[in-house]
């Protein structure tokens, strides 16, 4: 039943991008049917082969053992305001774990570490997706690194690019996480036990792979390729820093602006969800609507808020990625929150869930890769102003796409999670 599931599902979304399409007549089915497949064939490895769930489970646990360096790192510096179970927990624990991780991803782009794995990963799906040298690059970059940090990879390519080519490189951006990101993620749905980290790490390392052909389909489907495009199929060997201690003190000043970034949204994104809140509630009390939406789900809903408006509205897309009915309005919520929030305030949430027993194993499991990539409208801006740095003559590609991208990241995220559903 759950294959049949998680089929039916992908099937939908295929064809939701089949309507968006801006040319039907060009879609390349066969790179829709390699993708679908490479994705299931990809999740069946990570999640069925032990062979392939144990060198993840190597490399998780090198992260696992990361976040518990800087950790122990923040407790030094910060005292009992970093203990595991501190009421200050995610403020002094999981946003110097983004510091820590920033300054790790440099290293290892510094000693060509990262190249060679993106190398290896593109050039697989450039021989089974028949992808260009430029989006090919792109698409394995930002599996393993942020959205605006993957296009350097392909800098000399921008100005280049095919319309098709862009947008490719957008979703896959829309689609996956940050390197950078990853532990605090592992750090916030593990909590302090190492065990639980490198059990969602798992997830969420296979979560990021297996987007990366979900955003090539949505990508190809909604803007065909069209135009000529360029094969040329070489990593710059730009350096991060001129040596290992120079590219470890620039990488740890990016996530220090990062980790600073993403306290900024939350405060103000949390702030606004608590002030929504507090007047829906309001009118909840006045108007009897509070004790309707108590009764009408059973309890999953205290009050009218801006949390089962969300679960409302995202219902539907909870169902179609295989999530089963008592948990839809609750999965629903998180979609909502990652979309027009951002992840973070998702994962945040979905922590909070788990801890109170409130989503049964499964539907944490699908929610956890249906909220691993940064399509949000925040990421909209990020996007369109990072890129366009790098290459001002495509400025009005990113503009005008802005929204499809959005759109094409969160459906990949949706496909990968009913790939996970079925498995």
């Not at 916030?188 to 790490?201: A, E």
Request: aromatic letters at 10%; one cysteine or more; charged letters at 10%.
């Amino acid at each position: 039943m759950d294959i049949l599931r998680g089929v039916l599902g992908l099937l939908i979304l295929v064809a939701l991008c089949y309507v968006l399409s801006n040319n039907k007549k060009k879609i390349n089915w066969n790179t829709v049917l390699v993708g679908v497949l490479m994705q299931i064939f990809l999740a069946f490895v990570f999640v069925k082969i032990d062979f392939a769930r144990k060198i993840l489970e190597v490399v998780v646990g090198f992260f696992s053992m990361m976040i518990n360096s800087s950790q122990q790192s923040a407790q030094f510096l910060f005292g009992d305001l970093a203990k595991p179970g501190s009421a200050f927990g995610f403020a002094f624990l999981v946003l110097p774990t983004i510091i820590f991780f920033s300054a790790l991803s440099s290293v290892l782009y510094y000693l060509g570490i990262l190249q060679k794995i993106v190398s290896g990963f593109a050039w697989v799906m450039r021989k089974t997706l028949k992808l260009s040298g430029a989006e090919s690059l792109s698409a394995a970059a930002n599996v393993f690194i942020g959205q605006t940090e993957a296009p350097l990879v392909i800098k000399p390519y921008l100005e280049g690019m095919t319309r098709s080519e862009i947008l490719c490189m957008m979703v896959g951006g829309m689609a996956t996480i940050a390197g950078s990101v990853f532990g605090a993620y592992m750090a916030m749905l593990g909590g302090s036990d190492p065990q639980g980290q490198i059990y969602f790490g798992m997830h969420l390392l296979t979560a990021s792979v297996i987007s990366a052909p979900a955003a090539i389909i949505c990508a190809k489907m909604l803007v065909p390729e069209t135009q000529k495009f360029s094969e040329e199929f070489t990593i710059p060997k730009d350096q991060i820093g001129s040596s290992i201690l120079d590219s470890l003190s620039r990488g740890t000043t990016d996530g220090l602006k990062l980790a600073v970034n993403v306290a900024a949204m939350l405060l103000a994104f949390m702030a606004f969800v608590y002030l929504f809140n507090i007047i829906f509630s309001s009118i909840g009390s006045v108007t009897g609507l509070n004790d309707w939406v108590n009764q009408w789900t059973g309890g999953v809903q205290k009050e009218f808020n801006l949390q089962f408006i969300m679960g409302i509205l995202f219902a539907p897309l909870a169902w179609i990625i295989g999530i089963n009915p008592v948990d839809i309005m609750r999965i629903g919520q998180l979609l909502g929150e990652k979309t027009i929030l951002n992840e973070f305030v998702a994962y945040l949430s979905l922590s909070d869930m788990k801890n109170n027993n409130l989503l049964e194993p499964r539907s944490i499991i699908i929610a956890t890769y249906a909220l691993c990539g940064f399509s949000n409208f925040a990421s909209i801006g990020i996007q369109i102003g990072g890129i366009s740095t790098l290459c001002p003559g495509q400025r009005g590609t990113l503009t005008e796409f802005g929204v499809k991208a959005l759109i094409g990241g969160t459906i990949a995220c949706l496909m990968t999670a009913c790939v996970a559903g079925m498995l």
